[in-house]
């Protein structure tokens, strides 16, 4: 959470508020809240500026041949604006229900206009899950509102829709409060969806959790050269520190000397 400085645009309507401020050169959205909601250093738009949206790109580190994105939740764009400038390869569709969101996102934060690789709709997330099947290899979920995580992205039924929009072997990416008196349960839950394959990236403390959960059944390991040396050679094509994701990674997962592996001991090492 950050304190307001000079407030630089405000749309308001119905009971939607949207508000655009900025402070030392960094440029926020907030949702009728001092809560930021996403975060654009303005002489470097298309950077990474908050440290969950980095994490939030670790998907690169699992899966090279990535084609399509799906992304619920726009805000100021920061991921689908960085994979549109950086990753070439891939195509995106987000989805953003809030038509202020999207029309400040583009006037405020540099969000591209679509595009052959780049879509942006204007619809209800949950209902597009519902309606799709198998369309891409990675799913992102960041949908916050100016309480939180809206209850509906984070039942059981949601997890398992999301499930079932990825392809065979589809990540799921989601941003959520380390701090959320409700983290655990939301955590089995895409445990549930996922068949126990999840992971866990902190990305601040205390701060945003980024989870990924894995769709293919038969990844029951990951290996740590492979892992490690993926994240050098991504930090090599990126300004993001992927060695330190890795890091990361292994501090907060159940792991050997060899590998991450996939099981219900959260926090825990094996030996």
Not at 107 to 128: C, K, M, W
Request: glycine fraction near 6%; charged fraction near 20%.
């Amino acid at each position: 959470m950050f304190r307001f400085n000079r407030k630089i645009h405000k749309s308001v309507a119905d009971t939607s508020i949207v508000e655009v401020t900025e402070m030392d050169g960094v440029r926020s959205m907030h949702l009728g809240s001092v809560t930021v909601q996403s975060s654009m250093r303005v002489k470097e738009p298309f950077a990474l500026e908050l440290p969950y949206s980095r994490g939030m790109m670790g998907f690169l580190l699992f899966k090279q041949d990535t084609q399509q994105v799906l992304t619920i939740g726009l805000g100021g764009g920061s991921v689908p604006k960085y994979i549109w400038q950086y990753c070439s390869d891939i195509a995106q569709t987000v989805v953003e229900i809030n038509p202020q969101v999207i029309q400040i996102a583009r006037s405020h934060f540099y969000v591209p206009e679509d595009d052959a690789r780049f879509n942006v709709l204007q619809t209800d997330g949950i209902a597009y899950l519902q309606e799709h099947l198998n369309v891409c290899d990675v799913l992102m979920i960041d949908a916050f509102d100016s309480v939180g995580i809206p209850p509906d992205f984070c039942t059981q039924a949601f997890f398992d829709d999301c499930a079932e929009i990825l392809r065979y072997d589809g990540i799921f990416v989601i941003n959520l409060w380390g701090s959320d008196k409700n983290f655990d349960v939301y955590l089995q839950r895409i445990e549930q969806s996922f068949d126990g394959h999840v992971l866990m990236l902190p990305t601040g403390k205390p701060g945003n959790i980024v989870v990924f959960g894995f769709k293919q059944a038969n990844t029951p390991v990951i290996k740590l050269a492979q892992l490690q040396a993926r994240a050098q050679q991504l930090a090599l094509e990126h300004r993001i520190d992927f060695v330190d994701l890795v890091e990361r990674l292994i501090s907060n997962n159940p792991h050997n000397k060899l590998q991450l592996s996939f099981d219900h001991m959260r926090g825990q090492h094996v030996d």
